[in-house]
Nanobody, 118 residues
């Protein structure tokens, strides 16, 4: 069982920045692939970014060059630094775990709201 707790969401003006954090339980955090997803009202949940156990990262095209994912294995925490925010980035952001040897993200946090005003 893995528990995830996101924090850092809030209201920010367009062009501003936020840093999301996701703290995970478990002694094997360093082996997890960690992902960030988001879901806006009336839309499907979409992939934002991921980072593997060895630091390999992926980004959705819509956030490349603006968002940066990182992890601190000593703190069992993954971060999402979001810069140059746009109103279309407004959504509930979720972090998720894909455990080693598992093909799906099978543990999810409760989400944190990000609202970008124009």
């Amino acid at each position: 069982q893995v528990q995830l707790v996101e924090s850092g969401g809030g209201l920010v003006q367009a062009g501003g920045s936020l840093r999301l954090s996701c703290a995970a339980s478990g002694r094997t955090f360093s082996s997890y692939t960690m992902g960030w997803f988001r879901q806006a009202p009336g839309k499907e949940r979409e992939f934002v970014s991921s980072i593997t156990w060895n630091g390999s990262t992926r980004y959705a095209d819509s956030v490349k060059g603006r968002f940066t994912i990182s992890r601190d294995n000593a703190k069992n925490t993954v971060y999402l630094q979001m810069n140059s925010l746009k109103p279309e980035d407004s959504a509930v952001y979720y972090c998720a775990v894909r455990r080693l040897g598992v093909s799906l993200y099978d543990y999810w946090g409760q989400g944190t709201q990000v609202t970008v005003s124009s």
